[in-house]
Each structure stands twice: as C-alpha cells, then as structure tokens.
C-alpha cells in the first residue's frame, strides 16, 4: 500500500501523507515523497501542496526511530533518506507549500520548514525533538532552521524540545498563515492558485536565486571537521542508546551526559 497518494488539479499537485497512524517519515514514505516531486515538475505542475489527510491528529511524527542506527554510525548523513527529499524540497523547481493540520514533530519540522510556503491550522504545533532522542542535528539541518527563524527562537526550539503553537510559529515569520481548520484547504488552494497563475520560468529562476543565497555561509573543513567529532561523540554515547531505547518503551529518557 503507498504511503501517498497525489491528486492532480488546475497545474496543483496535491501530496497526501497516508501512512497511519502518524506518518512517520520511513524510508518508504520519503522515497515515495522524493519520487513524487521528481515525476511531477513544470510546466504540467506549477505548484505543489504537501499535506496530511483531512481530519489528521499527527501532521508527521518525523524520523521513524526503530529505523534509526544503534551501532555508532550517524544517522543524518548526506545520503539519509531524509536529507535526500530536504534537497529534492530545495530543488524543486516550482513552489512548494506545506498545508499543515495536526502536530509536526522532529524531522518533519525540517521537511515542512524547507517547504517555500507554510499554511497551518490555528490548532497546527510544531516541536523539534532531537533533544529528547539524543540525536544531534547535523550542519544542513541546523542551516535549514536557521534559514527561516530567529536565532533565538531556534534555539528555543531546539534546547527545549517542547510544541510551538501555530500562531507563535507565525509571529516569528516562520509560518505564513494560520488559519481555522475548516477554512485550511480552502485558503492553500487559494494560495497556490495565484501562484499557478503567475510564470513557472521566473518561480523556477527567483526559487534558485533565494536558495543560492540562503546558503551563501561560509564554513572552513576544519570547522566542518570539529563539528562531525563533536557528533560522533553522541552517537558513541549511552545517551543516544538510552533516547532510542525509552522513544521504543514509550517513557521518558533518563540522560546522563555520557
């Protein structure tokens, strides 16, 4: 059975997250994601929504944990199913929305956020969860949060590890609308109709340039180098097999620095 399910309409690919009971984000699930925006490109597609299914609790709940590592071996790197439909996000040549009911946990924070738009329901949160995993984000996803949010905020996020009301989200410019949930599909459909409307050629150019730019930091190897050991410290840690054990059992993590 698909994890999702595209409907096409008026040059508007709708992408539905249909994996019950939270769409936990398995390598099933984003290899069909990254697959779908792939196959659906301008000019036949000037605009893409992804969504959860109408009605949803759990927008995302993010990685799938019992498919994370427990030998060592980073979870987050270049070739992550979960970098890889960041980048086709990214990449995409038309805009991309995403129409958010229900919580957004972890990685699908990030999934969400390198979206170009952003419409939530009033009762939509949003919580970046690493913390509570003990799995520290690497640089391109760090790059991403602080791509479209205050610094501050992000730290917020990150150190606390706790639900951010949509509302907050959009008062620090992070989420472009908020909206009553019965009015959700019908302002993201709005929206992406005037997008649809306008050049897919100058979207295709104007999308490249931002990104181009948003990622115009300077890093040196050396700097690069000393974050990856930092990481590598985690992952050899009883504290990133003590995150995944208790998120497995369904109870709290007792971290313990080491």
């Known amino acids: ?11 508007v690919a709708w992408i539905t997250l249909v994996s019950p009971p939270v769409n936990a984000l398995s390598m099933t699930l984003i290899d069909e994601l990254s697959a779908a925006l792939v196959a659906h490109q301008p000019p036949e597609v000037r605009v893409v929504i992804i969504r959860a299914a109408p009605g949803a609790r759990v927008f995302s709940a993010g990685h799938d944990v019992r498919e994370l590592p427990t030998n060592g071996r980073d979870p987050l790197t270049y070739n992550d199913p979960l970098r890889k439909v960041i980048r086709n996000v990214e990449n995409h040549p038309a805009p991309i929305i995403a129409m958010v009911e229900g919580s957004v946990w972890g990685g699908a924070c990030e999934l969400v956020l390198s979206c170009d738009l952003v419409v939530a329901g009033v009762d939509a949160t949003f919580a ?8 520290p984000y690497n640089l391109s996803g760090t790059l991403n949060l602080m791509k479209v949010a205050d610094m501050h905020f992000v730290k917020e996020m990150l150190f606390a590890a706790r639900p951010v009301r949509a509302d907050r989200m959009a008062a620090y410019g992070v989420v472009n609308a908020v909206v009553p949930t019965d009015e959700l599909e019908q302002t993201t459909a709005s929206l992406a109709a005037d997008i649809a409307s306008s050049s897919p050629l100058v979207h295709r150019i104007m999308k490249e340039e931002l990104r181009v ?31 995944i054990r208790a998120f497995l059992e369904k109870r709290r993590p007792i971290f313990r620095g080491s």
Do not use: F, K
């Open 213 to 243: 730019l948003a990622n115009a930091h300077p890093l040196t190897p050396e700097a690069y180098e000393r974050i990856q050991a930092l990481r590598r410290e985690v992952y050899d840690s009883d504290d990133y097999q003590e995150g």
């Open 1 to 11: 059975m698909s994890s999702i399910v595209v409907d096409i309409h008026d040059q």
């Open 128 to 135: 970046l969860t690493p913390a509570r995993l003990g799995v």
